[in-house]
């Protein structure tokens, strides 16, 4: 990693270097903080964590060629130079911001309530046309996961698009003092993380945090079609980017043809031109992700063929709209993650499945007070979205159930406890040739229930 010698990663995080002063203008290959992942160069970080401490596994490290270890508590019997330091929580952001600070790169910011990791996919397919583009994997948006993603960037890449999740007020600010993004990017507003941000005027103030931290003369592009997100166009100087389905947009979708599981086909409409292109992932929802990839697209000077190109490359992410077909049904695996609004969304993907349409949803997460109602309406939101079929597992989603009862007494709706007296009834609930949506809140963990269905056939 080009300016990460052990002298400036000691600087940059405020610690003491203790070692042979020789290896102290040493580059380091890499930054991990599992000891797994720790190869020969390697700088290790011994992250104390609820269940585990990385100060534990500093012997092992050193054993597999780790050229220094980033630590709280000097090591016993240290094999080989380490870095002592207050806390390692916050020398890894430092060092994150440092590291970042050399970088010439475009750096792309992508925030919202719903959509991130589908956006951050369509705006790196699009990119990897022209650029080699390095984006966040998984679930690292976080404090510790963005600033890993960061450490990934190599001399090679010219470009990378970083995911930032947040729940709290404070939080953006800091993942964007890391990232100092020269585009951001903000999907929606939503009903999310409101305990702690209380209402959607709470997730825009915490969301825009990003703009302060970006760098100087930053493009900010947003879906204008959001209630919060077109009020920017009243406090923000440069006007940002507009996208959405109206015609008063920046660039804008028009001639949107819905083709069900198989996707969407549409017109985009932008200052450079039009063009028409196939949306491979099925859902409107995907047609604003590609109007934001088409917007960083051109702000970062792909032609139109390029941006197609790229939309129409896309491959889903298990768990986040993911297209399974087996023998007996198709399923559609959005079982990462779920708040109200992403749950109607994909209520609507499925209504237009073909067969019978099965929804298995479970609680949704975060929701703070109301969080009974918003699984009510989501209930009465699924009494009318077109579905056949309704398979509720968790004690929230009572509520769902509740919902369902007022609106639509007659739709088919069983509601389970846990997810094993759910997997137990479903060879006799299931038909072949059915079409089933899985979702909810991640520590529902329903990807056990995908890879049943997966193996059921």
């Known amino acids: 990693m080009k300016n990460m010698s052990l002298n400036q990663i000691a600087i940059a995080c405020g610690g003491v ?20 992942l720790v190869e020969p160069g390697f700088l290790f970080v011994a992250i104390k964590g609820q269940r585990v401490d990385g100060h534990s596994f500093i012997p092992l490290v050193y ?41 010439s790169i475009p750096i792309i910011g992508i925030s919202g309530s719903v959509g991130k990791t589908s956006t951050k996919e369509m705006i790196a397919a699009v990119l990897s046309q022209k650029y080699r583009v390095l984006k966040t994997e998984g679930n690292f948006n976080n404090e510790i996961g963005l600033p890993l993603t960061i450490f990934r960037i190599r001399e090679e890449h010219q470009a990378a698009v970083l995911e930032m999740g947040i729940s709290d007020f404070g939080e953006m ?41 970006a ?44 083709l069900g599981l198989a996707g969407t086909h549409c017109t985009f ?34 032609s139109l063929e390029e941006i197609k190109a790229g939309m129409e490359s896309l491959i889903p992410v298990s768990g986040r709209n993911n297209l399974i077909h087996t023998e007996k049904w198709d399923i559609l695996d959005d079982c990462y993650n779920a708040n109200p609004i992403s749950m109607r969304a994909s209520l ?30 989501v209930g009465c939101y699924a009494a009318d979205s077109g579905v056949d079929a309704v398979f509720l597992v968790g004690e929230l989603s009572k509520e769902m159930a509740r919902g369902i009862e007022a609106k639509n007494p007659g ?45 059921s056939q």
């Open 348 to 377: 609507d993907v499925l209504s237009n499945a073909l067969g019978r349409k099965v929804a298995i949803l479970g609680d949704m997460g975060e929701l703070g007070e109301n969080e009974k109602l918003l699984h009510y309406n």
């Open 173 to 213: 600010t800091r993942l964007a003092r890391m990232a100092r993004p020269n585009i951001c990017v903000l999907t929606n507003i939503g009903l999310c993380h409101l305990e702690n941000l209380k209402d959607r005027d709470g997730i825009l103030k915490a969301k825009t945090e990003m703009f302060d931290q």
């Open 269 to 302: 409409v932008t200052k450079a031109g039009t063009f028409s292109a196939h949306i491979p992932i099925p859902g409107k929802h995907m047609v604003y992700n590609a109007l934001a990839g088409a917007a960083v697209g051109l702000t970062l000077n792909l």
């Open 63 to 103: 054993t597999k060629g780790a050229s220094c270890v980033l630590c709280e508590q000097a090591p016993e019997h240290p094999a080989g130079p380490y870095i002592l330091v207050d806390s390692c929580l916050q020398a890894i952001k430092s060092l994150a911001e440092y590291y970042r600070s050399t970088l």
């Open 215 to 258: 760098q100087p003369g930053a493009k900010i592009i947003v879906n204008g079609d959001d209630d919060k997100l077109i009020t920017l166009k009243n406090n923000r100087s440069p006007m940002p980017c507009f996208f959405g389905l109206e015609e008063s947009r920046d660039l804008y979708a028009k001639d949107i043809e819905n």
């Open 17 to 36: 270097y203790v070692g042979d002063e020789m290896q102290k203008f040493r580059e380091v290959a890499g930054v991990v903080i599992d000891s797994r």
């Open 411 to 455: 739709l088919t709706w069983r509601h389970f406890s846990t997810k094993q007296e759910l997997l137990k009834a479903l060879p006799l609930l299931l038909l072949k040739g059915d079409s089933i949506l899985v979702k909810a809140s991640h520590f529902m963990e329903f990807h056990e229930i995908v890879e049943w269905l997966k193996g």
